[in-house]
Structures are given as C-alpha cells and as structure tokens.
C-alpha cells in the first residue's frame, strides 16, 4: 500500500523534486529521515494503536502496525495480546500460527481479557483437529 502511494505522488508529479528522497525514505522506511513537507498531504501518518486495529479490521496490515502490535503485546497490553492472538489465528498480517494463538490467547486470559478463555479453546480444538487429520 505505501509503495503504491509513493508511486502515485511521483507519477502525478505533485512532490516537489526535492522531496521525492524524503518521500522514498519514509515510505520504505530504510532512512532515519524525519522529513518536514511542506505539502501536509505528504507526510505520512503517524502509527497509533487505534490505527493498527483499524488496518487490521481492513485486512491491511503494514509492517509498522505489526510492529507496534508486537510492542505493546511484549508490554503485556492485553488489547494488543488479544489482537496478536486473532492475527496469529486468522493469518491477518502474519503468518497463520494456531500454536502462537492459543499461547496469546491464554497470555491474554491471564491478563484478564474477557472471552479470551474461551477463543483459546477453540484454537486448542483447531490444533487437536489438525492433529488428529494428519
């Protein structure tokens, strides 16, 4: 998504030339540039945990959203555990890891997220299905 964005600003030509580095470097993120645009619609946003939900939601995740999920659930978040958790058992962002689930699932119960009890015995029967198929 964000590589298309930039390649959009360039084709249309709305960056000024000089702010087509800026732009690149923000956008793949392989710069510790903090760019200053002039143009507001330029500078890209910044990352919130709502954010995050939200492109999860849409199915969008960036790495950056993954990232800052993984943060705060390393911080113990509970709301960012249990959407590890979901992201890990519907492979939104992530590769899909039904074991990964279930330890965030019961991570969050431990954190005292309601109906995370019950999610991580869905995903333990999921396991012990697959288990049993093989």
């Known amino acids: 998504m964000a590589s298309i964005s930039f ?20 956008v793949i993120g392989k710069s510790d540039i903090v760019p200053t645009y002039k143009n507001p619609f330029l500078k890209p946003p910044e990352r919130t945990f709502l ?19 993984t943060a705060l659930a390393d911080e113990k978040n509970p709301e960012a ?18 074991y990964n689930a279930w ?8 954190l ?11 995903i333990y029967n999921l396991i012990t299905f697959q288990r049993n198929k093989k």
């Open 103 to 110: 330890f965030l699932y019961t991570e969050a119960d431990d």
């Open 7 to 26: 390649l959009i600003f360039c084709q249309s030509g709305e960056a000024a030339a000089g702010e087509l580095e800026e732009i690149y470097a923000a």
């Open 51 to 69: 954010s995050a939900v939200k492109a999860v939601k849409s199915g969008l995740v960036s790495a950056e959203d993954i990232a800052l999920v």
């Open 81 to 98: 555990v249990e959407l590890l958790a979901w992201m890990n058992a519907t492979g939104t962002g992530v590769e899909q890891n039904f």
């Open 112 to 122: 005292g997220v309601k109906e995370a009890k019950r999610n991580a015995a869905v």
